[in-house]
């Protein structure tokens, strides 16, 4: 089956420091990754679809310079939270898709869960 | 406009009770796929069910039932026979093709409680 490994699976950080997470598929190439956001009772937000060898592409209200993704290989993807604050303590999840897989082949990972003092 | 509406936001019931969880969507594609997760406490989403635009037969998987209607744009959930190991998160998404090609949506979830 689809593997997603998310590490760290938890992260506590003082604010003014970055954070890595990163998003790795453990049996298969991922062309594309997703990165999810989620507030505590909160539904799954979109924040931005990250393609290999390529710029990510952002939602609507989502700081690029904030959020900083990068997918270098078909297996990675990392998210870099930048000079992090406390209102970006949050459940990020990030999800991806097979290559070649169906539109909608999705695996999502364990989530990492990122607390900013 | 929200494209996904759970409309029940917390719901309780007694072990081996049945629940219905709600699935409301929209969207002017013709093809579309909606999906359930379960979301444990762990924080984990445990894929549960796909289901296209083109399928509306219903399907059941052990305690587990779906029922689709496009007529009314939803997709119910139904577990039968409550157990406590139920009791979690779920989350109905929207898949649609097109410009929004792999994007999901998520509707605000529905969090369910079964007690002993």
């Known amino acids: 089956g689809a593997v997603v490994s998310q590490h760290p699976s938890w992260v506590i950080c003082k604010s003014g420091t970055s954070v890595k997470i990163e998003c790795r598929s453990l049996?298969?190439?991922?062309?594309?990754m997703f990165w999810y956001r989620q507030f505590p009772k909160q539904s799954l937000m979109l924040m931005a679809t990250?393609?290999?060898?390529?710029?990510?592409?952002?939602e609507q209200g989502v700081e690029k310079d904030k959020f900083l993704i990068n997918h270098a290989s078909l297996t990675l993807s990392t998210l870099t939270v930048t000079s992090a604050h406390p209102e970006d303590s949050s459940f990020y999840i990030c999800?991806?898709?097979?290559?070649?897989?169906?539109?909608?082949?999705?695996?999502f990972g364990a989530g990492s869960r990122l607390t900013v003092l | 406009a929200q494209k996904v509406t759970q409309a029940q936001t917390e719901i309780s019931v007694v072990e081996k009770e049945d629940v219905t969880l709600d699935c409301v969507y929209e969207?002017?594609?013709?093809?579309?796929?909606l999906f359930w997760y379960k979301q444990p406490p762990s924080g984990e989403l445990v894929f549960l069910i796909r289901?296209?635009?083109?399928?509306?037969q219903n399907e059941i998987s052990g305690r587990y039932s779906w029922n689709f209607q496009k007529s009314t744009s939803s997709f119910n959930f139904t577990i039968t026979a409550s157990q406590v190991v139920d009791s979690a998160v779920y989350f109905c998404?929207?898949?649609?093709?097109?410009?929004?090609?792999?994007?999901?949506?998520f509707g605000s979830g529905t969090k369910l409680n079964v007690k002993p």
């Open positions: 999800s991806a898709r097979k290559q070649g897989a169906g539109a909608n082949v999705l695996t």
């Open positions: 049996d298969f190439q991922a062309t594309t």
């Open positions: 990250s393609n290999e060898g390529s710029k990510a592409t952002y």
């Open positions: 969207t002017r594609d013709t093809t579309y796929y």
């Open positions: 289901r296209n635009s083109f399928d509306e």
């Open positions: 998404a929207l898949s649609e093709v097109g410009d929004n090609f792999n994007k999901f949506y």
